[in-house]
């Protein structure tokens, strides 16, 4: 079969900053009428060729040919010209503006005069829309009234309203939920169906192998491959990015599962926190499965007395207790990573060193000091134990991956020597490789005899990961099931189910 040639080609493509070179000759390019996913590790250089063919860095070496023509662009105007649309993570929207003004803005269609024609801008705009399935958007509405998954919508009615023939799309469903994930895909269909062409850069292999013709893989700045999609598999992809085979993004470790240590009775805390009775044993994985709105993180802020109980009972280690707050959760043994470790977990412009001892800092000080040495060597140990990969000690954690950013996270609430480590969403944005090295430093932790509580939305990590699954729906406990009957089926199953009847 003929297959058309690349509306865009990348060759050679080079790029260096600070000395340091992030992207060495690589080749790409796309068709249009075809969705090609670009995979790689943070840090690959995915981030560094997508904004080379946007029009935002220049290129040391290399060439970019459109449609038979060299380009070289000097801005992303220049990208535009040629027929090519970025649609960021960080959407790029003003919202005091109106989704008609922001669609156009830049680009209005005139009156004679020289006036700006605003009945061709919500007429355009509607119908843009509409191409999108999008009827429920009104296009007087302000930008700051939408929800994400509406604001990215309108991204794309604004990339199409310039007549892009090819679309950048850099982690879109990052932060949608569901529901807007499925919609996405619909949308992204509806456009490689209309011809165009496609750029998607993700984590996520599911959204991979449902929606892309191609794939192409970097790593450390380099091209690895590029591939027809159905001649991969997840592993091989997953060999591709990470340089090693791995058997398994799920590594079971084979831990010594002992004697309860946490046990819940009829826990309340407003509508979504139900009733919920269960215990959890030294060495054990207990995954909380559930959709979004089902309770899990509210159970976990409970537990780490963030929204203290209003009834029920906690049992750690044979003794009733009453967390008031996340600093008695912690004196007792309790330690919680949250969903949002950039809001909830670091304070990014701080140094690792300050992110690492932020949770033991009082054992760490002498009057109104900080023992710098002892923090140091906390930092470093740290740094060791989980391959947190970073200049030195010093560097701000927001500069990190967000697989590093996230060690860091657990490495602080490590260094409180926990009983009970809740870990919310543990591997959410975070590429295949550092999902894996998490896995693993969670085998190690259980192996130690750590009991974990673990929440993702990850129906394959669930399963992977857990001795039990507790599943949840509105607030209540629907079901709790062993490892060896977990199935794809009943957990999903449990998620929309009513409470689950207690037995005699």
Same mark, same amino acid.
């Given at each position: 079969?003929?297959?058309?040639?690349?509306?865009?080609?990348?060759?050679?493509?080079?790029?260096?900053?600070?000395?340091?070179?992030?992207?060495?000759?690589?080749?790409?390019?796309?068709?249009?009428?075809?969705?090609?996913?670009?995979?790689?590790?943070?840090?690959?250089?995915?981030?560094?060729?997508?904004?080379?063919?946007?029009?935002?860095?220049?290129?040391?070496?290399?060439?970019?040919?459109?449609?038979?023509?060299?380009?070289?662009?000097?801005?992303?105007?220049?990208?535009?010209?040629?027929?090519?649309?970025?649609?960021?993570?960080?959407?790029?929207?003003?919202?005091?503006?109106?989704?008609?003004?922001?669609?156009?803005?830049?680009?209005?269609?005139?009156?004679?005069?020289?006036?700006?024609?605003?009945?061709?801008?919500?007429?355009?705009?509607?119908?843009?829309?509409?191409?999108?399935? +999008?009827?429920?958007?009104?296009?007087?509405?302000?930008?700051?009234?939408?929800?994400?998954?509406?604001?990215?919508?309108?991204?794309?009615?604004?990339?199409?309203?310039?007549?892009?023939?090819?679309?950048?799309?850099?982690?879109?469903?990052?932060?949608?939920?569901?529901?807007?994930?499925?919609?996405?895909?619909?949308?992204?269909?509806?456009?490689?169906?209309?011809?165009?062409?496609?750029?998607?850069?993700?984590?996520?292999?599911?959204?991979?192998?449902?929606?892309?013709?191609?794939?192409?893989?970097?790593?450390?700045?380099?091209?690895?491959?590029?591939?027809?999609?159905?001649?991969?598999?997840?592993?091989?992809?997953?060999?591709?990015?990470?340089?090693? +085979?791995?058997?398994?993004?799920?590594?079971?470790?084979?831990?010594?599962?002992?004697?309860?240590?946490?046990?819940?009775?009829?826990?309340?805390?407003?509508?979504?926190?139900?009733?919920?009775?269960?215990?959890?044993?030294?060495?054990?994985?207990?995954?909380?499965?559930?959709?979004?709105? +089902?309770?899990?993180?509210?159970?976990?802020?409970?537990?780490?007395?963030?929204?203290?109980?209003?009834?029920?009972?906690?049992?750690?280690?044979?003794?009733?207790?009453?967390?008031?707050?996340?600093?008695?959760?912690?004196?007792?043994?309790?330690?919680?990573?949250?969903?949002?470790?950039?809001?909830?977990?670091?304070?990014?412009?701080?140094?690792?060193?300050?992110?690492?001892?932020?949770?033991?800092?009082?054992?760490?000080?002498?009057?109104?000091?900080?023992?710098?040495?002892?923090?140091?060597?906390?930092?470093?140990?740290?740094?060791?134990?989980?391959?947190?990969?970073?200049?030195?000690?010093?560097?701000?954690?927001?500069?990190?991956?967000?697989?590093?950013?996230?060690?860091?996270?657990?490495?602080?609430?490590?260094?409180?020597?926990?009983?009970?480590?809740?870990?919310?969403?543990?591997?959410?944005?975070?590429?295949?490789?550092?999902?894996?090295?998490?896995?693993?430093?969670?085998?190690?932790?259980?192996?130690?005899?750590?009991?974990?509580?673990?929440?993702?939305?990850?129906?394959?990590?669930?399963?992977?990961?857990?001795?039990?699954?507790?599943?949840?729906?509105?607030?209540?406990?629907?079901?709790?099931?062993?490892?060896?009957?977990?199935?794809?089926?009943?957990?999903?199953?449990?998620?929309?189910?009513?409470?689950?009847?207690?037995?005699?």
């Amino acid at each position: 079969m003929n297959r058309p040639e690349p509306y865009v080609s990348m060759k050679g493509m080079s790029k260096s900053f600070v000395g340091i070179k992030v992207l060495k000759d690589v080749d790409f390019d796309v068709r249009q009428g075809e969705v090609h996913a670009l995979l790689g590790e943070n840090g690959a250089g995915k981030s560094t060729l997508i904004k080379m063919l946007a029009g935002l860095y220049k290129p040391d070496t290399g060439t970019i040919v459109v449609d038979g023509e060299e380009q070289k662009f000097a801005s992303t105007s220049d990208a535009t010209s040629a027929g090519i649309a970025t649609v960021y993570q960080e959407l790029l929207l003003f919202p005091e503006l109106t989704v008609a003004e922001n669609v156009f803005l830049g680009n209005y269609p005139r009156k004679a005069g020289g006036w700006i024609d605003w009945a061709t801008v919500r007429a355009r705009t509607r119908d843009l829309l509409d191409q999108l399935d +999008s009827h429920d958007l009104d296009v007087d509405t302000k930008v700051l009234n939408l929800s994400v998954a509406q604001r990215q919508r309108v991204e794309i009615a604004k990339a199409l309203s310039k007549n892009a023939r090819i679309l950048i799309m850099d982690e879109p469903t990052a932060s949608l939920v569901e529901s807007d994930v499925q919609r996405l895909m619909e949308v992204v269909t509806q456009l490689r169906d209309r011809g165009v062409g496609i750029v998607y850069v993700s984590h996520r292999m599911p959204e991979i192998f449902a929606l892309a013709d191609r794939v192409t893989v970097l790593r450390d700045g380099t091209h690895v491959g590029t591939r027809d999609i159905g001649d991969v598999d997840e592993q091989q992809l997953v060999s591709m990015m990470v340089g090693r +085979s791995i058997e398994s993004l799920f590594p079971k470790a084979d831990a010594e599962i002992g004697e309860t240590v946490l046990e819940v009775r009829n826990l309340n805390h407003g509508r979504h926190v139900r009733d919920i009775s269960f215990s959890l044993r030294r060495g054990e994985i207990l995954g909380i499965a559930g959709l979004v709105g +089902s309770g899990r993180t509210e159970l976990a802020l409970t537990l780490f007395g963030m929204t203290p109980a209003t009834s029920g009972e906690i049992v750690l280690e044979g003794e009733p207790v009453h967390i008031a707050s996340p600093r008695q959760a912690r004196d007792l043994g309790i330690a919680y990573v949250p969903e949002d470790r950039g809001l909830q977990g670091l304070v990014k412009p701080m140094a690792i060193r300050k992110n690492v001892s932020m949770a033991i800092i009082e054992k760490l000080s002498s009057g109104i000091f900080i023992r710098a040495d002892a923090e140091a060597k906390i930092t470093r140990d740290a740094i060791e134990r989980f391959g947190i990969r970073s200049r030195n000690i010093d560097q701000a954690v927001g500069e990190l991956s967000g697989g590093n950013q996230q060690k860091v996270v657990i490495a602080k609430w490590l260094a409180t020597n926990p009983k009970v480590l809740i870990l919310d969403e543990p591997t959410r944005g975070v590429d295949v490789g550092a999902k894996a090295e998490i896995h693993s430093i969670m085998g190690e932790l259980v192996k130690q005899g750590v009991a974990i509580i673990m929440i993702s939305s990850e129906l394959p990590e669930v399963l992977g990961m857990s001795d039990r699954v507790l599943v949840m729906n509105s607030g209540e406990v629907t079901d709790v099931i062993d490892r060896s009957k977990a199935s794809p089926e009943r957990v999903g199953a449990a998620m929309t189910a009513h409470r689950l009847e207690e037995t005699a």
